[in-house]
């Protein structure tokens, strides 16, 4: 058995099968290698270009795909930070030391920290804290803190419950 490396050329998906490309040997292009399980946490996320490390027989046709390998462009996450990158900018964040998760989506964006939640777009945010919740729509419009506290502005007393669900569109 050989240990080697080389690009995902490529993809069988419902079969879990890559061919591969061996820039260090003369770029051979492999046979159907079996992609080998990364885990219970993590899901398949091979594509064509992926720099990976393979197990091959001496002649290099046989063998399974046995990792991803970091390039060149690559960029480890510290240990207590979790980053994914999708194609279309897409991006999932968590941090385990400020349990922070964020989900962001072309210009939206969602944020939860310990104590709040906050949704933003390009023209808008939400954000619920401490039993409060502030919109502001983006065109000036500003909704101040809602909570069990809060006065109605006609006749000046809260007409809220504790247990109340407060809707709000526009």
């Avoid at 080697?4 to 069988?12: A, N, Q, R």
């Avoid at 962001?104 to 945010?125: A, M, N, R, Y």
Wanted: some cysteine.
């Amino acid at each position: 058995m050989r240990r080697v490396e080389g690009y995902i050329k490529e993809l069988d998906c419902e079969k879990m099968q890559a061919k591969v490309i061996l820039p260090q040997q003369h770029n051979i292009v492999t046979n159907w290698l079996q992609i080998g399980f990364t885990g219970p946490d993590e899901s398949f996320n091979y594509k064509e270009n992926s720099y990976v490390g393979c197990l091959l027989d001496d002649d290099l046709n046989d063998g399974w795909i046995i990792c991803r390998l970091y390039s060149d462009k690559d960029t480890p996450a510290k240990e207590d930070v979790w980053e994914k990158r999708f194609e279309d900018g897409s991006i999932i964040t968590h941090n385990a030391d400020t349990s922070f998760l964020s989900l962001k989506v072309g210009t939206s964006e969602i944020k939860l920290e310990k104590d709040s939640i906050s949704i933003s777009t390009e023209t808008s945010l939400i954000n619920l804290s401490k039993g409060e919740i502030i919109i502001n729509t983006g065109d000036g419009a500003i909704f101040y803190p809602i909570h069990n506290q809060s006065p109605c502005p006609v006749f000046g007393v809260c007409h809220l419950i504790p247990s109340t669900t407060v809707s709000i569109s526009g």
